[in-house]
Each structure stands twice: as structure tokens, then as C-alpha cells.
């Protein structure tokens, strides 16, 4: 059917939605006050450089101490976040040495330990499109001093990596430009309410233009699976059947699959708020398998 074509459409753009150095006295780095401030800064120096260079990305050695390999990693690089910023929060952080029998690492190595590391990226690009807000957690974590202090990333230990991902209205209809299809949609407008989506626009069918109006929500069935389901949808102001939007969300569900992914991604959250799609997700180890 000629008008299933440009709806798949519609319903796809709603389912997306310097550097000192120098050793510091033991007095003040006992500092905690102190060592936040100090640590702060050359995290979110190291970070920026990491997150602004594929080769970077690859190289900080988080992927692989999450146990994927070099094959992975090199298709991870594709997704290097190049924020426009980003800004460091730090929860208890200890300066230790670790042993290179008990960690199997070449030699001694100076690290920073952190309980939980938070990096919060503004303006994330994500292929064509930009995404509004990512935060990437890294609890239990690792990094090399020595890398540090010459500002460069290089993970000793990960445990996991916690994601906190924002994506707006606008960043949503950006979407658009990635499908050829697109083109026969205008005037499009997305509107994200607390768990309700609604969209409105045109559509050419021909030579003809009709108008769409639809209003959906999410639907988790697992970490692994998300669904879209709209609620209701109108064409030139006619209610549509529920057998005919049934067959619609048969050719785009699920909104999110990750059952046969390589990465082990899991979503704990995804939400619909006023002005944005919130998700929370983790990138766990390859090999543990959620418990859900």
C-alpha cells in the first residue's frame, strides 16, 4: 500500500528519539576539597581530547577492559561522541598504586580510583545527528596517573559503562534527513508530553497531499526490547482503524532490538518527558548477561 510507505516514515522519526605535572604535597592531597578541584580540571582536559578523536576514543582501553575486541572497538569508533562540551563530576576519588602481579600489568602503575565518574557531554554527534545531553558514568573505574598528567585517557579497570542520553524535539526531527523517504513529509512538528508523543505534518501520496496526526508511547517489554505503540492516528482528520495501524507498527517495531547486537547494551529506562526522550543505559561487560 502506496501510503503505508510514507507512515513508516512518520513512525520511525517517533521512535528515536594545561597541565601541571608536578607532584603535590601529601598534606593537600588529602585534601578532598582539593583534590576534586585539582583532578577536575585534567579530567575534563583528557576527556575532551579522547571524545573529540576516533583514534583516542579506541585507544583510552575502556572497551577493552569491558572485554570486547579489537574488531568491536574499531566499529565503537564510529560513535565517537565529539561533544561541543562537557563537564566532569567526581564521587570519592583515591590515588593508589597498583601492583603489576596482582592486576597482570606490565609494571607498578599510579592510578585514580573513583567510585563513580560522571562525564556530561553537551551537544553529542551520533552519526547525522546531534543529541542534546549524554552522560557517561563509569563506576568502580580505573585511569592511569602517569596518562593524566601528560593529558591522555587510558582506563586500568571498568566495570561498566553507565549512559544517561537526552535527545530533544528538534534533535528527533533531525532524523528526517537520514531517510530518502522524508522527502515526501513537511511541515512536520513533534511534540513530547510526560509518556505521550504526538506528531502532526503533511504527507504526499501522488499528486496528492493529506494530512497525519498521531499520538503514541513506549512500551518496554525488556533491556533488550522497546516498543512504540500509537494510540491513535488520523489521516486528512479520519480516524484509522486499529487493524490498519497494526499493520503500520508491524513493518518499524521493534523501536529498540538490541537481542542480536554485539555490544551489550541494556535499557534500564527510556522515557518520554516534556521536550525530550530521557533513556538510561549501561554498556555491560560482553560476556555478563542481564539478570532481567
Known amino acids: 500500500m502506496k501510503l503505508s510507505k510514507y507512515l513508516i516514515v512518520i513512525f520511525i522519526l517517533l521512535s528515536l528519539v594545561g597541565h601541571n605535572s608536578n607532584a603535590q604535597s601529601l598534606e593537600r592531597q588529602n585534601n578532598l ?37 579489537l574488531a568491536e572497538i574499531n566499529q565503537i569508533r564510529r560513535v565517537t561522541p565529539f561533544p561541543a562540551s562537557l563537564t566532569v563530576e567526581i564521587e570519592d576519588v583515591k590515588e593508589e598504586i597498583l601492583s603489576s602481579k596482582e592486576f597482570d600489568l606490565a609494571t607498578d602503575t599510579k592510578v585514580l580510583k573513583f567510585t563513580n565518574l560522571k562525564v556530561i557531554c553537551d551537544k553529542v554527534h551520533y552519526f547525522d545527528m546531534v543529541m542534546e545531553r549524554v552522560t557517561f558514568g563509569f563506576p568502580d573505574s580505573y585511569i592511569d596517573l602517569d596518562y593524566l598528567d601528560k593529558g591522555r585517557l ?105 537481542t542480536k547486537l554485539w555490544l551489550n547494551l541494556n535499557v534500564n529506562q527510556m522515557n518520554i518527558v516534556k521536550g525530550f526522550v530521557e533513556t538510561n543505559a549501561t554498556i555491560e561487560k560482553k560476556g555478563l548477561k542481564n539478570a532481567n
Open 33 to 69: 576539597d582539593y583534590k576534586d578541584l585539582y583532578w577536575k580540571s585534567k579530567l575534563e582536559y583528557a576527556f575532551m581530547q579522547t571524545f573529540s578523536s576516533s583514534h583516542e576514543f579506541a585507544a583510552c582501553q575502556v572497551f577493552q577492559k569491558l572485554d570486547y575486541d
Open 154 to 258: 587510558k582506563f586500568v579497570k571498568a566495570s561498566k559503562i553507565v549512559l544517561d542520553i537526552k535527545v530533544s524535539e528538534n534533535d528527533i526531527l533531525e532524523i528526517l534527513k537520514l531517510y530518502p523517504k522524508a522527502k515526501a513529509l513537511s511541515s512536520v512538528k513533534v511534540t513530547m508530553k510526560p509518556n505521550q508523543c504526538s506528531s502532526r505534518g503533511r504527507v504526499r501520496l501522488g499528486i496528492l497531499i493529506a494530512e497525519f496526526k498521531l499520538n503514541g508511547h513506549l512500551n518496554q517489554l525488556s533491556p533488550k526490547t522497546i516498543n512504540f505503540v500509537c494510540d491513535k492516528l488520523t489521516i486528512n482528520g479520519i480516524p484509522q482503524p486499529r487493524a490498519f495501524i497494526k499493520t503500520i507498527m508491524g513493518y518499524i517495531n521493534p523501536v529498540y532490538d538490541s
